[in-house]
């Protein structure tokens, strides 16, 4: 295993600390946790599945991964979708984090994901003692052929969606090699843009009807207010599931069945995810509104659940003047050095501290 790097978010403290001085409280808008409750037939399904004295299916329920699949099929236009080419997964970070060593990455393969990413693909590479490459540009690479290669869209932190010609060439490229793709997901039914829809890397548009070499990863975390559930999913190629799945039989690592019913319960309803949507629309505009009046210029951010800011400054001084205002937002930094003049800002408060937060602006 590679060294790991500090953990960003500790280095935040100080800053709420100033922010927690604010008369009015704190705002955060920096780490993006849902707040809003978790469906009550959610719940229901969980209470009833309570009573679990056998232990679960690593591979999940069948109506759960019919759930899923019938999900995929209806609202991601994946006509393929598989129930027995999906997995549940202890929360997507889990996935993320342990991918590479589950797909036989180590010492001398090397794990590729976007300049500006999420910090636990970079993580997952040194777990496996992998290399991990952060580019933007595959042929950058040279002749030297990645184990597994990383897209996320949309992305996080910037919410930039890439368009379905763009996936095609990734595949493409990676299929001429015998490279996997990943492909993180979990904002896909987030999109805000209508000129920038997102789309799954296992569309048609995109993989032409073959599953071959990749995955899609998704959750259940943001969609349906189930971040404390850890619930999340890994569909696409039959084989590398199986794969997956046989090391994760080994190793324990089974979401529990009160949980499996909550989520089969989730993946078969659209409704609560369209009102859920309805709130972050509302509040991602009252937030983009005050944050541009207030001098800030928001790039990307056609979809996820961010603004992708800056005042063309270091990330660092625009955090500290936020947190003068009692507002937390995430450092572009956390997410590579391109991010260093940007800060991420969440509109997963609450509507009564979004308010608060665009008065203060």
């Known amino acids: 295993m590679r060294a790991l790097p500090d953990f960003p978010w500790d280095s935040v403290r100080p800053y709420r600390e100033r922010a927690a001085r604010h008369p009015g409280g704190v705002v955060d808008l920096s780490v993006g946790t ?18 679990a004295p056998g232990y679960p299916q690593t591979y999940g329920t069948p109506p759960l991964r019919e759930a899923v699949a019938g999900w995929a099929r209806r609202r991601l236009g994946i006509a393929q979708a598989d129930p027995d080419a999906v997995l549940p997964v202890i929360g997507s970070k889990e996935l993320v984090a342990w991918l590479p060593t589950l797909l036989g990455a180590g010492p001398g393969d090397r794990v590729v994901f976007p300049e500006l990413a999420y910090p636990t693909y970079d993580v997952g590479a040194r777990l496996a003692g992998a290399e991990p490459v952060a580019t933007d540009g595959l042929l950058a690479l040279g002749p030297a052929v990645p ?18 010609e763009h996936l095609r060439k990734v595949v493409a490229w990676a299929r001429e090699r015998g490279a996997v793709v990943v492909s993180d997901e979990c904002y896909l039914e987030f999109g805000w843009d209508p000129g920038h829809p997102p789309v799954s890397i296992l569309h048609p548009e995109v993989c032409d009807g073959s599953h071959e070499g990749l995955l899609a990863v998704n959750s259940l975390s943001k969609r349906s207010n189930m971040a404390g559930y850890r619930a999340g999913v890994v569909l696409g190629d039959l084989a590398l599931v199986k794969r997956i799945l046989e090391i994760r039989k080994h190793a324990g690592m089974i979401v529990p069945a009160p949980v499996q ?20 629309a509302r509040r991602r505009a009252a937030l983009r509104a005050a944050f541009e009046g207030h001098g800030f ?3 990307h951010s056609e979809a996820s659940l961010y603004l992708w800011a800056t005042r063309d400054e270091p990330c660092w001084d625009t955090v500290g003047h936020l947190a003068d205002l009692g507002i937390i937002v995430g450092p572009g930094e956390f997410y590579g050095p391109a991010g260093g003049r940007h800060v991420r800002i969440a509109f997963t408060a609450t509507d009564e501290r979004v308010a608060a937060a665009v008065a203060r602006l």
């Open 297 to 299: 210029r928001v790039d």
């Open 261 to 280: 019913a909550a989520m089969t319960a989730a993946f078969q309803d659209d409704a609560h995810v369209d009102e859920q949507r309805e709130r972050y």
């Open 34 to 51: 849902p707040v809003d409750p978790t469906p009550a037939f959610v719940q229901e399904a969980l209470a009833k599945a309570s009573d």
């Open 147 to 164: 184990k597994i290669v990383w897209v996320n869209s949309p992305s996080n932190p910037t919410g930039r969606v890439l368009p379905a």
